[in-house]
């Protein structure tokens, strides 16, 4: 009943617009490894872009000739597909130390500042992303200026979904939109709207889950958006310094959650025996499970131990 009430009121007050977008005016011409040779950059993307080639190519200089050849950002974006979120298959350990994005063009993904759920571990799941809570309809723009690669839904996971591949070297990904409003390989300026807040996919109420990630790993969005105030976290030239240390300062999280086990919940089994068996205390499985030692377990449960 709930859902036609709803379903009438969207087409009776028709599908909402987009607002417009904000700024940008540039018009030098560059080509760039970062987006694939097919799109024309001419017009699009001006100052930007300048930074593209140095930054990275300092950090190529930089680091061991062993790692010039591991891992190149130039050789990895040649890969231009819309079949996966992550097809570079880089680890972390081979990011280098640091790098300079620039981030000139920039725009909040929408008006929502409300963080409803950090980035971080979610349980035994890791959360890549941060949510902002979204009203049905509105706008989300495009961070960076950059090409759309991927349009896509996942109806148990990101919903209707947009990836960007920005011309600064990093990724943003915007799931659970109720509309998508690019293609892919349409070429998109920072502040233009890609899609409309929607709660698609696993999602249980309108928010935008929104990652950002560089060579197709994700790091917490609030080491380079203040969603306070909506700013990007710059230099005075527009730029943020991308380090592992610090950027990606949830690597031991990561590591912990991938060495983690389970026990599956038998018929008898209490806190305290599986935490005798696997040689750990039932203090620690309550915090690693987020449970109280009071808490009732369940047949099939799963109860991770390590
Ligand atoms: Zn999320």
Known sequence: MLLCLFAA?????GEPTPAPR?????????TSP?????IDLTSLIGDALQYVHSP???????????????????????????????PYGVKLDSLPDSLWIDCSHYCYPTDSRRVTSRFGIRGS??????????????????????????????????????VVRHANGLETLSGHMSRTLVSENDTVRAGDAIGLGG?????TGPHLHYEVRFLGNAFNPAKIIDFETAEVRVDDSSRYLL?????????????????????????????SHIARRYGTSVRRLCRLNN?????VIRIGQRIRYR
Do not use: C
């Not at 990275?56 to 790692?67: C, G, K, L, Q, Y």
């Open 9 to 13: 009121a969207v087409s009776l007050w």
């Open 22 to 30: 904000p700024t940008p005016n540039h018009n030098i011409s560059y």
């Open 34 to 38: 970062i987006l694939p040779d097919s």
């Open 56 to 86: 990275i190519d300092e950090v190529w200089s930089a680091t061991d000739a062993d790692d010039v050849e591991e891992i190149s950002t130039e050789e990895y974006y040649k890969i231009w597909t819309s079949e996966r979120i992550n």
């Open 125 to 162: 799941r890791f959360h890549y992303g941060i949510d902002l809570g979204v009203h049905y309809g509105d706008t989300i723009r495009a961070t960076f200026d950059g090409v759309v690669r991927m349009v896509s839904y996942d109806r148990r996971g990101y919903g209707r979904y947009v």
């Open 199 to 203: 709660n698609t996919g696993r999602s």
């Open 243 to 271: 380090t592992i240390s610090e950027t990606y300062s949830h690597k031991p999280q990561l590591e912990e959650l991938s060495r983690a086990a389970y026990h599956r919940v038998r018929s008898g089994d209490t806190l």
């Open 291 to 295: 449970i109280r030692e009071t808490s």
